[in-house]
């Protein structure tokens, strides 16, 4: 079984910048989609990026278009979330997660811990 280890969270200004990793264990990382979720305080967990296997499929919640870029390194059987232009409404726990498939960019059946992302105004 996969697990998933996020990091690169923290305290940021709005207008600032963050990355996060997410790291995988075993040998498959490879064979499936990846996706980042976020869940803030009092909020249900929503949907904020997703990239296929390869990389040559991602999809973005509206929210972000234009702000955030997923991208993985299967060499390195990580993921990464480039947020950019941050808002105070960025403010949650973002978890990654593993995708059904390969190329799945809607359906992900595993989470990790998560890591804190604060945007102060």
């Known amino acids: 079984q996969v697990q998933l280890v996020e990091s690169g969270g923290g305290l940021v200004q709005a207008g600032g910048s963050l990355r996060l990793s997410c790291a995988a264990s075993g040998r498959t990382f490879s064979s499936y989609s990846m996706g980042w979720f976020r869940q803030a305080p009092g909020k249900e967990r929503e949907f904020v990026a997703a990239?296929?296997?390869?990389?040559?499929?991602?999809y973005y919640a509206d929210p972000v278009k234009g702000r955030f870029t997923i991208s993985r390194d299967n060499a390195k059987n990580t993921v990464y979330l480039q947020m950019n232009n941050l808002k105070p409404e960025d403010t949650a726990v973002y978890y990654c997660?593993?995708?059904?498939?390969?190329?799945?960019?809607?359906?992900?059946?595993?989470w990790g811990q998560g890591t804190q992302v604060t945007v102060s105004s």
């Open positions: 990239i296929s296997w390869s990389g040559g499929g991602t």
């Open positions: 997660a593993r995708g059904a498939t390969m190329n799945t960019l809607t359906d992900f059946v595993s």
